[in-house]
Structure formats: C-alpha cells, structure tokens
C-alpha cells in the first residue's frame, strides 16, 4: 500500500505519519508512506526527524495547488489523508486569502486528481468549528454547517467539496471533524503550547473576553487512531465526528495549566475578545464507536501533564519557532 499524506509535516499529519511508520495502524501495517507538505510556518521537518531514515518514508515539498506536482505524487497512491490546511483562527480573520488558497483550492486540486487516478481512497481531515456554535448538547454529522470564523468557512466549502467529489465521481471520500487537538509539537501559536511555553519563560498569557468559552479537547494519538479507522473501514460519502470527550471552559483550562508550571492567575492577561467567538463547540461520537468501534483512550489529565513535560523537556524544538515567528506575543492566541 502506497499512502500520500498531505500537510504531513505538521502537528497533527506528522503524528499520523509517525505512528503509521511504526505499524501502529494494523489496517495500513507496511505502508509506504509520502509526505507532501509546503513548509509554512505551521509545517517542519523536525517533526519528522525520528522517522526520516525509515526505509519506507519519502518527503515532498509542494504546495497542494501545484496540480502537476500532485498528480506526480498521486501515482500509485492507494490512499490519500489531506492534513494540509491553514488552520489558525485569528490568522484568518486578520487575512483570509491563504486559507482559501489552501484549504478549498487545495483540497479541490487533490480531489481532482484523486478522482482522475480512480482507484485511491481519500480521508479529508476537518474541523467540528464547521458547525458554528452550540449551548447545549452535541452536534450530529447531519447537522447544517453555520461557519463563524473564514478558517471555519473555508474548511466547510472544502468538506462539501470532498462529499461532492463522491457523489458525481465516485471517488471514495470520507470525512472526519475534529474537537480540539492537543499533544506534542504543536506550533506554539495554539492556546496549550502557546501557554506553556510562555508560563514555562515567565511570560504572560492571554485569556479571551471572560474565558468562558468551551472546547472539548482530544489527544492527537487518539484522532490520529481515528483517522486510520476511517481509513481503512470508513463508509464512503460519509461524514465522522471525532471528539475527546473533555470539555473545558478557556478559564478551567488556564488554571489547570498555572498549577504544573508553578505560576498563577499573576500570569494571566485579560485581552480583548475575538471577533465571532463562538461559545461552545461538542461533537456527538456515537457514529464512529457503532460504525468502527473508536473510544478515545487518552484521559484529558494524563494527555495533558505528558504534553506539558514534552514542552518542558523540548525546548530546542520550540524556542526557535517563537524567535522566528514571534509566537511568544502574549496578545496573539487561539481557542
């Protein structure tokens, strides 16, 4: 089996590509494995380190929207997983031009090439922010998409787009909307890393409007298990909701992460609330534990005090990204 994973050296590509690596999927044991991934800011190589001599791992760089270059690395794929995508919410509002580029002329550049080779299976990995907000109970994957944010729009066009490629092609398309990731070597502009690092360099850190804002959170290595369940038993044309089943208000989760680091509410500053921040997100899972049998295994307290100790004990990775890229600006965060 040949598999192309687009946006691979990301957070959460480059762990699905280092779990797969190691046969940790039984349903894609003996992969070979391509990673296609531009470079931005949010994609590094480093990510990749401890798989990049395995004797069945290639790495590309492209851009997903270089059409040419896709139906290259296309060749021979039996399976596509599209982890590529712009994915920071206050990036978009600021300027949304490169999350449609990406995220829906991207995503339809794979799909077009995905359908052209015919025999390829395609996962297009989402986000459960495509359903807008909800105060009570939990979305179903029927449920109508009311994006709030242009990341959540542009996420949104491009999950119609996949479904779409599946009903007129037959391209064999499914769909996976996630809750919030956390877990190691995520880009330190995400709300975890971004507060840990800075608690861990005795920065401030920011807290949106009142912090009552509610996300479930889910430990990449359970999504990534996920994905691969979709992969290799997901119906096509069908839609799942991936979720941890961890919801926390923003303030519950600042005050769990004060305490390890030894700081407290000192450390935090209160800072203008996002344009169109929805309140509350939660996906319903039953789908994906009838149809393949998932659970998320990660508790919210073990995943999050490895995460922590990953940060503590990695700062080589991480403190070049903030010098770089300024992530360390303690008014610049997501949730």
């Keep these: 089996m040949r598999v192309l994973v687009a946006?691979?050296?990301?957070?959460?590509?480059?762990?699905?590509?280092?779990?797969?690596?190691?046969?940790?999927?039984?349903?894609l044991a003996g992969a070979e494995t391509v990673v296609l991934d531009k470079l931005t800011y949010a994609g590094n190589r480093a990510n990749l380190a401890l798989v990049a001599d395995h004797p069945r791992f290639s790495f590309v760089q492209g851009d997903i929207c270089d059409a040419a270059l896709v139906a290259e690395q296309m060749r021979g794929a039996d399976l596509v997983v599209n982890f590529a995508a712009e994915t920071h919410v206050d990036r978009s509002i600021e300027d949304a031009g490169a999350f449609i580029r990406t995220n829906v002329v991207g995503t339809h550049t794979l799909l077009r090439s995905a359908a052209d080779a015919e025999t390829v299976?395609?996962?297009?990995?989402?986000t459960d922010e495509v359903y807008?907000?909800?105060?009570?109970?939990?979305?179903t994957e029927d449920h109508p998409l009311v994006p709030t944010s242009p990341y959540a729009a542009s996420k949104a066009s491009s999950d119609l787009l996949a479904l779409a490629f599946h009903r007129t092609y037959g391209l064999e398309v499914c769909v996976t909307r996630c809750s919030?990731?956390?877990g190691p070597y995520q880009y330190p502009e995400k709300v975890i890393p971004l507060f840990v690092t800075n608690l861990l360099d005795g920065l401030m850190v920011p807290l949106y409007g009142n912090g009552r804002n509610i996300r479930d959170w889910l430990h990449v290595d359970d999504h990534c298990r996920a994905i691969a369940l979709v992969a290799?038993?997901?119906?096509?044309?069908n839609v799942y909701n991936i979720g941890g089943g961890a919801e926390l208000s923003n303030l519950e989760l600042t005050e769990r992460l004060l305490?390890?680091?030894g700081r407290d509410w000192s450390a935090v500053k209160r800072v203008a609330d996002r344009k169109g921040h929805d309140s509350r997100y939660s996906v319903d899972t039953t789908k994906i534990t009838a149809e393949l049998g998932f659970i998320p295994?990660?508790?919210?307290t073990d995943g999050l005090a490895a995460t922590v100790r990953w940060y503590q004990e990695h700062r080589s990775w991480w403190e070049p990204l903030k010098r770089e890229r300024g992530a360390?600006?303690?008014t610049t965060t997501v949730n």
Excluded: M, T
């Design 7 to 27: 946006g691979g050296a990301g957070f959460i590509g480059s762990h699905f590509v280092r779990r797969l690596l190691s046969d940790a999927y039984p349903g």
């Design 132 to 139: 807008g907000s909800i105060d009570s109970g939990s979305w």
């Design 121 to 126: 299976r395609f996962v297009h990995i989402s």
């Design 180 to 182: 919030n990731n956390y």
């Design 259 to 261: 305490a390890p680091l």
């Design 328 to 330: 360390h600006d303690p």
């Design 297 to 300: 295994c990660v508790a919210f």
């Design 232 to 237: 290799e038993k997901g119906r096509p044309g």
